[in-house]
């Protein structure tokens, strides 16, 4: 997402306790905040197309993100045996892609993932 200063969100990231993953979908551009909780990573993400930018909140296990992080490697072989339901992506808004700013992000964060803080 070169629209904006992704240095800025990645110093908001920081002060809020956030991690910031770049492109976190293989072949998609954009940026997802994620929250880690004790069971679950609650996280909202932003996917940067042609004219729009999708804005969409999922919830992970923290067992299947550490799986995916540290052993991707073993994956495919490991989820033969584990049984685990795969995240589901909510589309929560679209942003004309001309329009998203800083600020912008940084709302849609604070209602989304920062709320109960």
Known sequence: MS???VSRLEEF??????ILSQD????????EFRRRGPKHTRCVGFLTGKDVVEVYERTL???DLFLHERLWFLEPILRLFLKTKPA????IGEIERSSVSYHGIAEVLRERLLNDT
């Open 3 to 5: 629209d904006f200063d």
């Open 88 to 91: 589901e992506m909510q589309k």
């Open 13 to 18: 990231a920081r002060q809020k306790g956030l």
């Open 24 to 31: 976190p979908f293989h072949g998609s551009q954009g940026l």
């Open 61 to 63: 296990d923290n067992r």
